[in-house]
C-alpha cells in the first residue's frame, strides 16, 4: 500500500484537496491519502517534507493558489524553489499544483481553472507512482493541465516514438 | 510543555512581537515562549535556527517590516529564501509574518495593518503546534491574515469538505 | 558499460528524447540509455537526481521546453537552479537542453531548433563522458548549439591553443 | 575571549574594516579580530565561512560595496544568498554591511554613510555577542545603519515593551 | 606544491584559460594547472567541484562569457549562484571571471576586456593562495579588473590603512 501525500493551504480559494483526492480515487487503488493543511503556500516545503518524512509519503501533491500582485509571485517562486529543494532531499517527486489569481478573468473561470488542473495533475501523480509508461507514451506531446494540451509542434514526427 | 520561538527586528517600526505574544496567550496554554532579536530581517534565518536548534523551539515565528524601496524586497526575498531552508534543514514549522513599508498609505494604517496580521498569524502558529483540525477544516477557504478574507471562490463548492 | 540518463517531458511539444538518443547512438557505442518522464521542467531536477542515485547514470540529459510566458521563464529558472543543486549533490554532470517556446517564429522553425539543439547537447553529452578533448579543443572558441556558431572574438588569437 | 571576524574586498573604495575595528575597539572588549580581504563581494560566503570554521570566529562582519549598475546589483543578491548559507550551515551570525554605490549623490557623502552604517552595525555586532539586551530593548523601535532612524510607527505603542 | 584548477567553456568567445595560464606563469611558482572545459557556464558549478574534490585544486578559476540577451543573464545568475554554492561545500576559493557579452561596444573591445580582466583575476587567484598580504593591503582601494580602478573615495581616508 502505498501513501500518496497532500498538502493544501488556508489561503487558496478553492477546495484543491477535495478536486485531488477525488480524482486519484477515481483514477485507481493500492494507495492510502496523508493530508496536512497549512496557511499559505511558503508554508508548503516544510509541511510535504515532514509528509514524506514523518508519515512516509511516496509522492506529494502540494496544491495551492498564490495571489495576482507582484509580491504574490515571489512567494510562488520562494515555495517552488523550496518544494524543488524537497524533492532533492528526499528523492521523491512533488507534484507542484499552483494556480495563479490572474489565470483567469473570473471567479468562475478560475475555479474551473483550479479544478482541472488540480484532476490533471492527481492524473500525474497517480501515473508517477504506478504507471510511468502513460507519461512514457506522452513523451513530447505538448500536454498541459487546466487548458487545453498544445500538442506536438509536428504531429508526424511528434509520432515517431 | 512546547517551546514557541519569537525572532523580531530593530529595524521594524513595531513592537511585532508583544502583539505575538499577547495573541498566543489569548490563545491557549501549554507552551514557553522563547526570544531572540536581531538587527534586520536577513538576520532572521540564522536567529531563527538557533531558537529550533539551541533552544529547541517546537516551531517558530519570524516577525518583520521590510521596508518600501526595490533594495528591500530583494532583502525581504533573500530572508524568506532563508527561513524556508531552516524549515527544510530542522523539519520545523517558521511563521513568517513580514508586513512591507507600502502595504498601506500611512503610519497609522500601516501599525494597525502589523497587529492585525502578527495576531492572525499567531493563531496560525498555535493551531499548527496545538490544533491541527482548525486549518483542515479552513483549507480552501480563502483565508488572509491582516485583510479581509476573501472567501472561496464558489461558496457552495467551497463549503463540501 | 557507461550510462547515460534522459529525462524529458509530456509538457514538450518534440520528441526530444529521441532525437537525443538518435544522436548518441550515431556518435559512438560504449554505453546504455537510461530513460524517465515527467510532466514538466520543474519535475526534471528530482528525475535526473533519481536517474544518477538509483539506476547508476554517468551524466544526464534533462530535456525540456520552457513556454513564451513570464511565469514559464520563472518555472525555467527554477528548474535551472535544481538542477545545478543535483549535479553539485551527485558530482554528476547534467547536460540541461531548454528551448523557450519563443525562440522561433512558428512552429517548423522550433521544430528545427530543438532537432538541432538537441542533437549538439547530444554530442557535448558524448564527449564529456568519453572524450573530453573535443570540448579541450574547443575552448573559447564561440560554439553554439541549435543556432550557428559565434566563433572566436579574434580568429587569429582564437587559434592559440 | 571571542573572535569577531572581519571580512572586506578590494573592489570597495572605502576602508570599511578599519571603520568597524575601531569601532569595535571603542565598544567593549573581551575579543580579538580576525581579518581576510577578497577581491569582491561574491567572494564574501566562502571567506566568512573560512573565518567561522578554520579560525574560530563566534560572529563576522561581511563589508562591501557594490556598485550601481543592475548586474551589480544581481551580484549582491548573490552574495546575501551566500551569506545567509553560511550563517544556516554554521549556526554563526554574519552582520553583512553593504553599502550600494549609488545611496549616496557624490563621493563624500558615499563615504559618510559608509562609515556610519558599518560603525553601526560593528555596534550591532558587538551587542549579538556580547549585549542581546540592547537589541531586545530596542524590537520595533525602527532603527536604521547610516541612516536617520526611522522609529516606531506609533510612539506610544512602541514604547510598550 | 599546490594546483590551481582552471574551467572554461567552449560558448566563449575568447581563449580566457590561455590567457589565466600565461598570467599565472608570469607571476610565480609552486603550482600545477588542472584544466577542463565544459559546453557552458551552467556547466561550470560541477566542473569546478570535481577539479577540487576529484583533482584536489586548492582553488579555481571559473571562466565564462555570458551572452547579450535577458535569458544569458538569467544563466550567468544560476551559474553564479551554483559556484557560491561550491565553495560553502568545499571551503574553497572559485574565482569567477565572467565577461558579458555587452560589456565592449565591439570585438576587438570585448577581446580587451577578457584578457585584462582574465590576467587581473589570475593575479588575485594567485594572491588568495599565495600572498594574501597583497589583497589585504589594498583592502577598500577600489580595485577592478578589466576596467580601471574606481579607487579610494577620499583618497586621505582612504590611506589610512
Redesign the interface.
Known sequence: MKRIGIA???????????AAIDELKSTGTGFKIE?????GI??L???V??LI??RDCDIVMALGMPGAEE?D???A?????????????T??????VFV?ADEAPD??G??EL?ENRTRS?AQ?TYN?LFD?DV??N????????GYEN?????AK??D??
Open positions: 493544501d493551504t488556508t489561503f487558496a480559494r478553492f477546495d484543491m484537496a477535495r493530508r496536512t493543511t497549512v496557511p511558503k508554508d516545503p516544510v509541511a517534507k515532514k518524512e514523518e509580491i509571485k515571489i512567494c517562486h520562494e515555495a517552488s524553489t523550496g518544494l524543488i529543494q524537497v524533492q532533492l532531499m528523492n521523491t517527486h512533488v507534484i507542484e495563479h471567479d468562475a478560475l475555479a483550479t495533475h500525474n508517477l510511468k507519461l512514457r506522452n513523451a513530447g506531446r505538448g500536454l498541459r493541465q498544445a500538442g506536438p509542434l509536428d514526427r511528434g515517431k516514438h
